[in-house]
């Protein structure tokens, strides 16, 4: 039959208009589930990282109690929700009281500032300036507050919308919490449902492997980056309480926050050694101490990080890390686990492409099979 007769042309005709509709119609229908689901990311996503985090110990609990997986899902949940609501609800209302406290004092001409010790004007860089402006404070500071009223609505304004922010993260990170309560419950399958997904995208030869180097990466970031920060906030918030430094807590999660963005913590530490030197309440020995303590508190993370990120995985630590670091810049908080994923994929699919210049990318098709198809994604 020639390529060219009417009865050829037609049925070509049909099957690409045919092609055509049906393409458009998966098109539309992903478009519209994407918009049905699009408000619900941020939280399954926090939902997936915090289950695939703390599965293992959801394991090990459920074997105590006699293999209920709802069980221990729902008593990991409340005891998660019960130590991020607990610290919050005290600190939101001893910060309540405070702020009424210093209103009160104001509004009655009660509200006084100490001025500054000398030593304070010898701080590198701003020491002349906060010397100055915490003087003219501690001799008038109502002419104080009127001569700076711009800079000071603007910070407030800047506070405001930081503790509404922060309102915002506490409840999402709840709702992440029920979500990963939900997916380890039933972990099992919700594993096996993966890897067949990985399988049918990347193929059987490789998606043990590949779904293995997500978890791992996962669980890496969360030791490597958040568990440093918060072995470190620990540190600087002992060492604050010891040091009589005031509102310790709240040092001590600024410190949290610039180790979770890979800021050094010694941006605070030195200040705080300088506040220690100035105050002078102390002995030169005392003094001493506290300067090597947070100095030692400040460098921590060079010892911890090479030791816990990258652990486990096949990508480098810097991989990893750039990965964690260009996410978080990319796309918030969630990029820090997103980016050192995807960079730790490419990496590793790239490298197996090297490696064997056959295609196979993650792993040799030997290693990979149904066999380890129960194994869970979140072991």
């Known amino acids: 039959m020639k390529q060219d007769d009417p009865t050829t042309l037609a049925l070509s005709s049909k099957t690409f208009i045919d092609a055509m509709i049906i393409l458009s119609l998966i098109a539309v229908l992903t478009y519209l589930c994407l918009r049905i689901v699009t408000p619900f990311l941020p939280v399954m996503l926090w939902g997936l990282m915090l289950a695939v985090m703390i599965y293992p110990l959801q394991q090990g609990l459920a074997k105590k109690i006699g293999g209920r997986q709802g069980g221990a899902s729902s008593i990991l949940v409340v005891l ?23 209103d009160t004092r104001f509004q009655n001409n009660e509200l006084t500032i ?26 008038n500071l109502p002419q104080f507050l009127e001569d700076y009223r711009e800079q000071i609505e603007t910070l407030t304004k800047a506070g405001i919308a930081n503790a509404k922010n922060a309102a915002g993260v506490i409840l999402l990170l709840i709702g992440a919490l029920i979500v990963a309560g ?16 990985i399988d049918r995208v990347n193929g059987p030869a490789s998606g043990v492997k590949t779904q293995k180097l997500v978890v791992a990466t996962i669980r890496s970031v969360a030791t490597g980056v958040l568990g440093v920060a918060v072995i470190q906030s620990l540190l600087f918030g002992i060492g604050f309480m010891l040091a009589g430094i005031p509102a310790p807590g709240v040092f001590a999660m600024i ?18 050694i300088a506040y220690v030197w100035s105050s002078g309440d102390t002995s030169t020995a005392v003094n001493v101490f506290f300067t ?6 400040g460098a921590a993370d060079n010892v911890l990080k090479p030791m816990l990120l990258g652990r486990g995985v096949e990508a480098p630590m810097p991989v990893i890390l750039m990965g964690a670091l260009g996410g978080m810049v990319a796309g918030g908080f969630i990029g820090l686990f997103l980016g050192a994923v995807l960079l730790a994929l490419g990496y590793t699919l790239f490298m197996g492409w090297v490696g064997d210049g056959s295609g196979r990318s993650v792993a040799d098709p030997d290693e990979a099979g149904h066999d380890s198809a129960d194994t869970p994604v979140t072991n």
Do not use: C, D, N
Request: proline share 7%; net charge negative; glycine share 10%.
């Open 292 to 297: 090597i303590y947070f100095l030692v508190a």
């Open 80 to 102: 998660g929700i019960l130590l991020i609501v607990g610290p919050v609800a005290v600190l939101g209302t001893s910060f309540a009281e405070q702020i009424r406290e210093w």
């Open 114 to 139: 100490s001025q500054p010790g000398p030593g304070v004007a010898e701080w590198p860089v701003v020491g002349e300036k906060v010397h100055s402006a915490w003087s003219q404070a501690a001799a």
């Open 182 to 197: 939900i997916m380890m419950a039933w972990g099992e399958s919700g594993s096996k449902a993966m890897l067949r997904i």
């Open 255 to 272: 410190v949290l926050v610039i180790g979770i963005i890979q800021l050094p913590a010694l941006i605070v530490a030195i200040p705080v």
